[in-house]
């Protein structure tokens, strides 16, 4: 049998039990070592989520690491076994977008573990072996469930094109920010700023790499200071504390989820500052592989960001911790 927690409604979830999933034609089934919680789940949990973008009733779970346990029809045997993670995109690599490598822009309707499809908050979860980037033998399965955002990171840093020397400041020190830290300082930039209101995130955003940490406050006073800013926080105010950041000229990304009309930037200064402001949403295979790589050669380290473990049993308690604002909670793992 095998046991997954499925959210039926906002609000209302419970632990299942049935019968051990079969992976069907290009299909493995992955028995799941640890999986994340993000603030994703959390939206999807208490009802947030854009509705284009989730199918009640769901088992979440998207931020995952597992070992294959079986195949379906067509899929390599040598599989068995492998320990891996998976692309969260089911994209249908067929369109414009997917045939030129843009698997998170793919056009052929939108479809993600733990979404729309059954995801790993769960003892198993089925994805097609398409899109499985295993792992080296031994690898860390718990810090592996933090390659999904991992991935996200990879995707802004590739965009960003961070050259050595250059001043680069990251906006927010969540999951996201912290990762983000690890990728960014492998560049050999001149400085990398983190700023963050919490004064603890900032401290172990130093430890990850960064030359100094700030709050937004502090932050005001290094406006149009830096080459690169890569936003990572999604509150109302950090993508015009981005862009205020970056130098004439300079280069933003943005990977933080805002709400309709809540970013605050000011076209103008986009146009007499000539600033280069991309967003990123997911991540492509690319970006996949890029996280994976960095992962296996030790420049990205996910493990310390772990604060918090629980059963599938205990969902509810470990959903509850995720955005609930102590700064001591990082990410938070289901270990089925």
């Not at 830096?226 to 509150?235: F, K, N, P």
């Not at 943005?254 to 986009?270: K, V």
């Amino acid at each position: 049998m095998s046991r997954s927690v499925l959210v039926e409604r906002p609000g209302g979830h419970r632990l299942v039990t049935g019968p051990v999933p079969e992976p069907g034609p290009g299909e493995v089934r992955v028995r799941v070592a640890a999986a994340g919680i993000c603030m994703s789940d959390r939206e999807v949990y208490d009802g947030h989520r854009d509705p284009g973008y989730v199918r009640y009733p769901v088992v979440p779970g998207h931020e995952w690491a597992g070992t294959v346990e079986a195949v379906g029809p067509g899929v390599a045997a040598e599989l068995l076994g492998r320990a891996t993670v998976a692309e969260g995109f089911r994209a249908c690599g067929t369109c414009a977008r997917c045939r030129t490598g843009e698997t998170s822009l793919c056009t052929g309707g939108y479809a993600e573990t733990g979404f729309t499809v059954p995801g790993a908050f769960a003892d198993h979860v089925v994805v097609p072996a398409r899109l499985l980037h295993p792992l080296a033998d031994g690898a860390d399965l718990r810090a592996a469930a933090l390659l999904e955002p991992a991935a996200v990171v990879a995707s802004a840093v590739r965009t960003a094109r961070p050259e050595p020397g250059e001043r680069i400041a990251v906006v927010g020190a969540g999951t996201l920010g912290l990762l983000a830290v690890q990728l960014l300082a492998a560049t050999s930039p001149a400085e990398l700023t983190v700023v963050d209101p919490r004064a603890e995130r900032g401290a172990t955003a130093r430890q990850f790499g960064a030359t100094e940490s700030g709050t937004p406050e502090e932050a005001k006073e290094s406006q149009g200071r830096y080459d690169l800013v890569v936003e990572t926080a999604g509150a109302p105010t950090s993508a015009s504390a981005a862009t205020a950041l970056a130098r004439r000229g300079g280069r933003v990304v943005l990977t933080g989820m805002f709400a309709p009309g809540a970013t605050g930037i000011d076209p103008a200064a986009l146009t007499l500052g000539q600033l280069s402001v991309h967003g990123v949403f997911g991540a492509p295979s690319a970006a996949w592989s890029f996280a994976v790589r960095a992962f296996g050669s030790g420049v990205l380290n996910p493990a310390p960001l772990i604060t918090h473990e629980f059963p599938l049993e205990r969902f509810g308690e470990a959903v509850a911790l995720v955005g609930g604002g102590d700064p001591a909670t990082g990410k938070v793992l289901l270990r089925p």
